[in-house]
């Protein structure tokens, strides 16, 4: 988990770097930024829960796999995320992708209807 966590951080201020206006200083300040700030503690939060969810679920292995397709599809989004919604959105469309690699990995499994 913390190693997708370094590559979130990293990734987000890669991105920053990429795109103007949303990187008014060096790195280091924009941790002090508030709207940063708060950015990067949805994100954090969205992905802890994703994390934790799929690893209760499936086990740590495939959390681990999720979380990367998770910042792969953070990466695929032409901005970053600012709110609770359109981060959830980000966690969506690798929830989507975890249910068609499970499909895959198990065809013959039936849900338990109650």
């Not at 987000?12 to 941790?31: L, S, Y």
């Not at 700030?37 to 994390?51: D, H, P, Q, V, Y």
């Amino acid at each position: 988990m913390f190693s997708v966590l370094f590559e979130f951080g990293t990734f987000v201020n890669d991105r920053k770097e990429q795109q103007p206006g949303m990187n008014q200083g060096p790195t280091k300040q924009d941790t002090k930024n508030p709207d940063c700030t708060g950015s990067m503690n949805l994100a954090e939060r969205e992905l802890t829960a994703f994390f934790r969810a799929v690893a209760d679920l499936f086990g740590t292995e495939v959390a681990e796999l999720s979380a990367k397709q998770w910042l792969c599809e953070l990466e695929a989004t032409e901005d970053l995320p600012a709110s609770t919604r359109e981060w959830r959105w980000v966690t969506v469309k690798a929830s989507a992708w975890l249910a068609n690699r499970m499909k895959v990995l198990s065809p013959s499994t039936e849900f338990a209807t109650t």
